[in-house]
Every structure is written in structure tokens, then in C-alpha cells.
């Protein structure tokens, strides 16, 4: 069984910084390309960032471009995503998903469970 | 950038009754590349639909996805009470992904 577990979010000021996990296991975590998709309070989903299998390709909306770093470890069957020079309006629920093939990903499937990022003086 | 539009917003119906959601693309999207998400309160979302029309592992056969070009349709031939949620459509295109809005299936 696919299982997907984000950790480290929590309350960080404007202007601060915070890294996402999401340990994975079920799967050949290289073999898949992976992504963040986010989800602002009440609101609908906005995706965040891709890598590919190999790390060697990643994506990212504009909205977080320059600011937000993907990056995985294979070894670690581990996905990350570093957040710089956060703002309010990057408050959300975080969610890592695996993709569907190892290059890009036309799909999203499965999802974890989620972190709580808060961006709050 | 494509952009897709989700109608209605919301759906008030009637457990056992027939659900048809839409959603419209500001540019042409390759079938291959739409795809449908249920979510529920609190949880996260689930894949249903994937391609336009095939139906993720474990989705009973009362979902339904079609269409091509700019519209594309789920339809939920009839609705059991653990279908009340919110529906997503998801495109990909030029190294981007785009959400719909969402359109939330409430009880009657």
C-alpha cells in the first residue's frame, strides 16, 4: 500500500522560512515523479511544485518561483520542499502526491494526509 | 496558462438522484491529461477519474468521466450519501497543473 507522510509544518513569521517532508514507502519512490499541491484555508487546490523521478526536472508555479525549492532523496524514499521568504498568503494545507510516471505527471494519486503551513506575525 | 471553469458552484440534490458536473478549459486539453478528484471535509483528495474517462482503482462504476477538447463532464449516475462532497478537475499542460474551482454536491 502507497503511503505518503508530510511533517514539518507549523507557525512561522513573514519573511521566515520552513521544510516540508513526506516520507513515502509502498512503491519505487524513484521511479515516480513527485509533487506539492496546496490548499489555503476554505479554499481549492493550487499546485505548488513537480520533480521528476531522477530529480533532474522540476516545476513550479509562479506564484512560488524563486522562493520554493523541491528536492528528494531517493535513498531516503523522501520528498522535500524548502520554503523561503514565506508570505500570509502561503498559509495552507500542504499536501505531497505521487505522480504518475517518473518524468512529469498527468495525475495526482495518491495524496498524503497533509501539513498545516501558517504564515503569521 | 490554462484555466479551467468549474459549474455549478454548488449542487443541491437528492441522494439517489443523477449528479453532472462540468468543467470548461480556456484552451483545448488532451484527454490524456484531465483528471477528477473527490474531497471530502478534512480529508485529502482522492483521485476518481483519470485520462477523462478512466475510472482509479477501487472507484465504483456510478462515476463516469467524458468529454475532450475545452469540455469535459463527471457524472454520477446516482448519488449515495457518501458522494456529498467537493469535485475537483485537474489539467496538465507545458510543465504546468491547473485546479478548477471546485464544485461542492450538497444534500437537498
Known amino acids: 500500500e502507497v503511503q505518503l507522510l508530510e511533517s514539518g509544518g507549523g507557525l512561522v513569521q513573514p519573511g521566515g522560512s520552513l521544510r516540508l517532508s513526506c516520507a513515502a514507502s509502498?512503491?519505487?519512490?524513484?521511479?515516480?515523479?513527485m509533487s506539492w499541491v496546496r490548499q489555503a484555508p476554505g479554499k481549492g487546490l493550487e499546485w505548488v511544485s513537480t520533480?521528476?523521478?531522477?530529480?533532474?526536472?522540476?516545476y513550479y508555479a509562479d506564484s512560488v518561483k524563486g522562493r520554493f525549492t523541491i528536492s528528494r532523496d531517493n535513498s531516503k524514499s523522501t520528498l522535500y520542499l524548502q520554503m523561503n521568504s514565506l508570505r500570509a498568503e502561503d498559509t495552507a494545507v500542504y499536501y505531497c502526491?505521487?505522480?504518475?510516471?517518473?518524468?512529469?505527471?498527468?495525475?495526482?494519486?495518491?495524496w498524503g494526509q497533509g501539513t498545516l503551513v501558517t504564515v503569521s506575525s | 496558462e490554462i484555466v479551467l471553469t468549474q459549474s455549478p458552484g454548488t449542487l443541491s440534490l437528492s441522494p439517489g438522484e443523477r449528479a453532472t458536473l462540468s468543467c470548461r478549459a480556456s484552451?483545448?486539453?488532451?484527454?490524456?491529461?484531465l483528471a477528477w478528484y473527490q474531497q471530502k471535509p478534512g480529508q485529502a483528495p482522492r483521485l476518481l477519474i483519470y485520462?477523462?474517462?478512466s475510472r482509479a482503482t477501487g472507484i465504483p462504476d456510478r462515476f463516469s468521466g467524458s468529454g475532450s477538447g475545452t469540455d469535459f463532464t463527471l457524472t454520477i449516475s446516482r448519488l449515495e450519501p457518501e458522494d456529498f462532497a467537493v469535485y475537483y478537475c485537474?489539467?496538465?499542460?507545458?510543465?504546468?497543473?491547473?485546479f478548477g474551482q471546485g464544485t461542492k454536491v450538497e444534500i437537498k
Open positions: 484552451q483545448s486539453v488532451s484527454s490524456n491529461y
Open positions: 485520462g477523462a474517462s
Open positions: 485537474q489539467q496538465y499542460g507545458s510543465s504546468l497543473w491547473t
Open positions: 509502498g512503491f519505487t519512490f524513484s521511479s515516480y515523479a
Open positions: 520533480i521528476s523521478g531522477s530529480a533532474s526536472s522540476t
Open positions: 502526491a505521487k505522480g504518475s510516471s517518473t518524468s512529469y505527471t498527468r495525475w495526482f494519486d495518491p
